[in-house]
């Protein structure tokens, strides 16, 4: 997939797995918690994404545990998801400071953790 | 109800609802999903939420035109669906264009008769609207070949959905035959909607599919303009047929074309034919009208008028039961290759 048309559930689906691998409930949560509970991914979404980014090599499955009596398949990111996912960032973060340099330019007051970050952006 | 019967009872719910996806792709994912599912089940929850369901079904859809994890039947499918969309979006801008260029010219020669034959300015303006629309059908085509495929989708389903719907209220004037365009049209929308799903691979060799547009729009104006000249030359007091004149011109060289290129590609491989074959497919609802037409005695049609009575609707039925045959045959025979294929023994 062309790196400007990957969506913002495929981003924080690969942020999810930056640190460990994770099962499907644990990358829903992760995601959850990274976007402050704004992303609630549905399982169809999950796994759909889950297969379109293991058919592009961007992740793994890492094994399976049996937990509960429950099937628990965990996805790691792998390299080359894990340079992809460096370069969407990057490209956000220049998107990002470059707005906020604007808004800040025109006088526009940032909400949140952008208004109080000074003019670092 | 105790909590394991209750985590029971929504673990088979989940199981039905699960039933919705592919066969061997349940077998390989529907435990892993299941777990998934239950994981994120709150506490005394027992049935799936439409929001659950609604999004399996979604995948289950993805999963049978050919998304990553589909078997090899299903981005067959896709392919196929593909190739429908982008047959049937370059078919109807012909089919369309060549009666909006007609049409100019009826509004270009005769304005004003053009006004006085339609009832209010307004709706004069809205066909001159519609007439201009077809250009969205090859905007469509080569937003989607060129891997612009949201933008493609959105103008694709779009347009042949409003002319479906447009046909339903007869309000469509290039609708010789409701039935047929409205089925058409439904199965291009459907065809640009399903198979250009997210995750699909764009067309290969764009620039061969652009050509081949090209090649294909340039011969069918030739030909309806052709047809528009020779009306001008020996019916110059009335231009008001010279859409129909370009359509049933254009019209006919389409399937016609369609019909020699999948028996080319028949040798290939079964997609062609398979795609075109489908395109075809709702084009047979003509056959009925002009059976009833022809059984009541009716041959005239109404836009056509003197120039073809008694031809147009049987010509145009058995013109297309050939056009499907030929397809057919062709399907048949490639799958048959492809089978041998498969079979044979290395020397």
């Given amino acids: ?121 | 109800m105790s909590a394991k019967q209750g985590t029971d009872m929504l673990a088979a719910r989940y199981r039905r609802v699960l039933m919705v996806l592919p066969a061997a792709y349940r077998e390989r994912r529907g435990e892993e999903m299941l777990s998934t599912l239950l994981d994120g089940a709150a506490d005394g929850k027992r049935r799936p939420s439409l929001a659950e369901a609604s999004s399996l079904a979604a995948l289950a859809i993805r999963l049978r035109v050919g998304a990553p994890g589909a078997s090899r039947r299903a981005v067959a499918t896709g392919e196929v669906l593909r190739r429908t969309a982008l047959a049937g979006l370059l078919a109807f801008g012909l089919w369309h264009g060549t009666g909006a260029v007609g049409n100019l010219v009826v509004i270009a020669s005769e304005r004003s008769q053009y006004f006085q034959n339609t009832p209010g300015s307004t709706v004069a303006w809205w066909l001159t609207l519609v007439f201009g629309l077809p250009l969205v059908y090859f905007g469509a085509f080569i937003a989607l070949v060129l891997g612009r495929r949201r933008l493609g989708r959105f103008l694709g389903v779009a347009q042949a959905g409003f002319v479906a719907a447009a046909s339903v209220q007869d309000r469509y004037p290039a609708t010789s035959d409701m039935a047929a365009v409205f089925a058409t049209s439904l199965m291009i929308a459907l065809a640009t909607g399903l198979g250009f799903h997210r995750g699909s691979p764009r067309p290969a060799a764009p620039g061969r599919w652009l050509s081949g547009m090209i090649g294909v729009a340039g011969v069918v104006f030739i030909v309806s303009g052709a047809a528009i000249g020779m009306h001008l030359d020996g019916h110059s007091g009335d231009t008001r047929v010279i859409d129909v004149i370009a359509q049933i011109n254009a019209g006919p060289l389409v399937p016609g074309l369609a019909a020699v290129f999948g028996l080319v590609r028949a040798r290939r491989s079964p997609i062609w034919p398979a795609a075109l074959f489908i395109l075809g497919l709702p084009g047979l609802l003509i056959v009925p009208r002009a059976l009833i037409h022809y059984a009541q005695g009716n041959y005239e049609n109404v836009f056509i008028g003197d120039l073809f009575r008694g031809a147009a609707w049987p010509g145009m039925a058995v013109y297309m039961l050939i056009t499907e045959a030929v397809l057919a045959t062709a399907l048949v025979w490639s799958l048959y290759l492809r089978r041998a294929r498969a079979t044979a023994v290395p020397a």
Avoid: C
């Fill in chain 1, 1 to 121: 997939m062309n790196t400007s048309t990957r969506t913002e559930q495929v981003f924080l689906i690969l942020t999810a797995l930056v640190d460990r691998p994770r099962h499907g409930y644990g990358i829903v949560q992760e995601v959850a918690r990274l976007s402050d509970g704004q992303m609630k991914l549905k399982v169809g979404t999950l796994y759909g994404a889950l297969d379109r980014l293991t058919g592009e090599g961007l992740l793994a499955p890492d094994r399976d545990e049996i937990e509960g009596g429950r099937l628990r398949r965990y996805y790691r990111l792998t390299e080359q998801g894990a340079a992809a996912l460096a370069e969407d960032a990057e490209r956000l973060a220049s998107h990002a400071a470059l707005a906020t340099r604007r808004l800040r330019e025109r006088g526009i007051p940032l909400p949140g953790k952008l208004g109080t970050a000074g003019g670092a952006a």
